[in-house]
């Protein structure tokens, strides 16, 4: 995938992943834990392992089902990620944490607990605000000046709210299973879902970068749908004014494209005019109907995204390290997609969700 870019050419070459302590990935927790109940809440350090080896381990240190593990989200394997994960013991006392630290040094991997605490309730998917990232570029090759000028453009403006291409799988490899799925072959469950998502995030993604290469991916269209800022809910479509422009212009609302499922689009005028031809071909109607016969409801997804608290610092001449936090579905590597050509180091890239 090679969607277009919203802030110009590329300003930077460099090297990424080269170490999973260039990827820093921390949760942004949606609640304070309330102290008591039947659930253990753990805040996990993780080095070199993914989540779905993390709630094992704790089932594993537990004695009970990984159906008593709960999480709020998906961190990949290659990086160094912070998350909570909370485990269901009714009536017990809590297991030794000491027990459930692991560490592989030959592997470079490793888990410790930097926090354990009671809550009522199992943590449920998407229970978080977003995550914090520390991106370390390495072997950085462009004028500093620029590179600057870009983050600060991103800063300002923000970025096409792009899914990442880990989304689609290898060379691009769950759209051909999508499809074929969508043509009667049988997939396990989890499966399906993975292949649902990717069908819809290609779908997206193809009008939003028709939306970039017509400079309307952060502009209001004649019969545009709207999405609050921070929350799931939209609405319109309405007459453009001043109002809206206002909100517009201080990222209060943004602008949306469909997620594909059953069901009229909810745009008009241009804007669904814009999304119609861009999923025109024979490609994206044979993608369309499958979601529909899926059961997917048609919903929507901003096309604009804003980094929030942007930082970043030179610790050598070529040494590039970003901060920045983003809400829960949007990828970190859409802003590095904004700078250049970032070739991932000797480990795979990954969805930043």
């Known amino acids: 995938m090679n969607p277009p870019r919203a802030h110009g050419v590329p300003v930077l070459q460099a090297r990424f992943r080269q170490a999973p302590e260039d990827f820093v990935v921390e949760e942004i927790d949606a609640f304070e834990a309330d102290g008591a109940g039947e659930h253990l809440l753990l805040t996990i350090e993780k080095r070199g392992l993914n989540s779905a080896f993390v709630a094992r381990r704790i089932a594993q240190w537990a004695g009970v089902a990984e159906s008593a593990i709960g999480h709020a989200g998906l961190k990949d394997r290659h990086a160094l990620t912070r998350q909570r994960f909370s485990v269901q013991l009714p009536g017990r006392a809590d297991p030794p944490i000491e027990a459930l630290a692991f560490e592989d040094a030959a592997n470079g991997e490793?888990?410790?607990v930097l926090h354990a605490v009671r809550h009522g309730r199992k943590l449920p998917r998407g229970a978080l605000a977003g995550?914090?990232?520390?991106?370390?570029?390495?072997?950085?090759q462009g004028e500093r000046e620029p590179i600057e000028a870009r983050l600060q453009a991103v800063a300002a403006r923000g970025l096409p709210n792009y899914f990442?291409?880990?989304r689609f799988g290898r060379d691009g490899g769950n759209l051909a299973r999508a499809l074929a799925m969508f043509a009667g072959r049988r997939v396990r469950r989890e499966e399906r879902s993975l292949l649902l998502s990717a069908a819809r995030s290609e779908l997206f993604n193809r009008v939003l970068a028709r939306r970039v290469h017509d400079g309307t991916w952060d502009a209001g269209?004649?019969?545009e749908v709207w999405m609050l800022a921070g929350s799931r809910s939209v609405?319109?479509?309405e007459p453009f004014g001043?109002?809206?422009?206002?909100?517009?212009?201080?990222f209060d609302i943004h602008p949306t494209a469909p997620l594909w499922g059953e069901g009229e689009l909810r745009t008009q005028g241009a804007a669904r005019e814009l999304e119609e031809s861009a999923l025109g071909d024979e490609p994206a109607m044979r993608l369309r109907a499958g979601l529909e016969a899926a059961g997917l409801r048609q919903?929507?997804?901003?096309?604009?995204?804003?980094?929030?608290?942007?930082?970043w610092e030179w610790p050598d001449e070529a040494t590039l390290r970003l901060g920045f936090s983003l809400p829960p579905g949007a990828y970190a590597t859409s802003v590095l997609a904004e700078l250049g050509a970032v070739h991932v180091g000797p480990i795979v890239d990954h969805s930043s969700e």
């Open 110 to 112: 490793a888990l410790r």
């Open 131 to 140: 995550n914090r990232f520390i991106l370390t570029l390495r072997e950085v």
């Open 164 to 166: 990442g291409e880990q």
């Open 221 to 223: 269209l004649e019969g």
């Open 235 to 237: 609405f319109g479509p």
């Open 242 to 250: 001043a109002s809206l422009a206002a909100r517009l212009a201080a």
């Open 299 to 311: 919903e929507r997804r901003a096309t604009r995204l804003r980094p929030g608290e942007p930082t």
